[in-house]
């Protein structure tokens, strides 16, 4: 019997356009940091098929599991509290032998998962070794404000060279928060403080949070999605909507990225397969937060060429730009401006500017299919226009035979081949019959 074709998806499409962080992200280290909420979650099984696929794509894994809940269950059976001094946490005997227990309840149901490895399940053949231990040096955080932490401390160091053996064994590294001491005791940590500390004393190459909420949000609720540093720092500074765990993330967030890890990830672990959408799609799902613009406007290169051509030949079968060869591409590289997004070629310009006459002509604007309405067209003529001033010139002209609607609702006017300078005029192409639009922008 022959087999039905499948139906059409998404799936070859989205599967492509992975493979370059496929073989980006080999052999990185990535430090991934959950909540004890997760434990009891529907989707935490999800999450740890993820982390499995992640291992076998040769990604360095290093996960710090957070342990709240499960210490608040041990005290309210013992009928305790957990007692907080200016906003942190004093651990006193009664509250250590709970944050031992859950900890150490959690490793061993996080192991578990993770050993999975049965027939028709995402688990199966994965044969992954987990590996946890006194990898974290703490100290206590001692007597503040007259207030005795008791067992409460602080991360003094991570054993990097003895995670780094592990990690290049291809053992997966799990991190509890709790410390130990040369001095044989024990410290509750933050799960925040641990993840901070593993990213930038390991040198991992990303830091993600889980969280519980929905993220890193705005005023009115809507997801940021890339944050600089110093938009970062003043977010945590003004945002009191910000639940605490978000608060929290985003504080280790900006020490990680401010002590050289490249980039944070902070994201919904409520939103199934968050962590596979944000690793291996452009746009993610969840805030980014880094050093350097994750979105760059600049002068083009040669080794551009390749993503400009493949933005504007589409336009160029269907007529709406001028067709360009590689070679004429390559003598011009000088005028093109393009859109950089994490490595992908999402818009271009190109300005032609003829000094004598105080005239540019911008040419070959194009906007990705994923990325129009979203004003990207509007900012990279924003762009071109500050360039052209910097030259001395004082009018853009288009020649357009379909988008004349969008240059006439951004200043440009009619014009007529009269208003060309001369060389452009006698390049003119008549066969093609386009439309001459001018903009003043002196």
Known sequence: MARSRPPQSGFVHDFRNSSPYIKAFRQRLFVVAFGGEILDAEGFPGLIHDLALLN?????????????????????????????????????????????????????????????????????????????????????????????????????????????????????????????SPTGEVFNLGV?????????????????????????????????????????????EKAAYLDEDARQALASAISAVKDGVPRAHILSRQVDGALLMELFTRDGCGTLLMQDPFEDTRQARLEDIGGILELIEPLEREEILVRRSRERLEMEIDHFTVVERDGMIIAVAALYPFIDEHVSELACLAVHPDYRGQHRGDALLDYVERQSRQLGIRRLFVLTTRTAHW????????????????????????????????????
């Open 407 to 442: 240059f006439r609702e951004r200043g440009f006017r009619p014009g007529s081949l009269d208003d060309l300078p001369v060389k452009r005029r006698e390049l003119y192409n008549y066969q093609r019959n386009a439309k001459v639009f001018i903009k003043d922008i002196a």
């Open 56 to 180: 076998s794509l040769g990604v360095r894994l290093v996960l710090v599991h957070g342990t709240r809940p499960q210490i608040e269950q041990c005290l309210r059976r013992r009928k305790l509290r957990m007692r907080y001094e200016n906003g942190l946490r004093v651990t006193d005997d009664a509250a250590l032998e709970c944050v031992k227990q859950a900890a150490g309840s959690v490793r061993v149901d996080i192991e578990a998962l993770l050993s999975m490895g049965l027939p028709n399940s995402p688990m199966a053949g994965a044969g992954i070794r987990v590996v946890s231990g006194n990898f974290v040096t703490a100290q206590p955080l001692g007597v503040r404000q007259g207030v005795d932490y008791c067992h409460t401390g602080e991360v003094r160091r991570i054993d990097r060279d003895s995670v780094q053996r592990h990690l290049a064994a291809g053992d997966l590294v799990l991190l509890s928060p709790l410390g130990y």
């Open 192 to 236: 925040h403080d641990v993840a901070t500390a593993a990213a930038v004393q390991l040198g991992a190459d990303k830091l993600i949070h889980l969280v519980e909420g929905k993220g890193i949000v705005d005023g009115r609720r809507r997801l940021l999605r890339e944050l600089t540093l110093e938009k970062a720092e003043a977010l945590l």
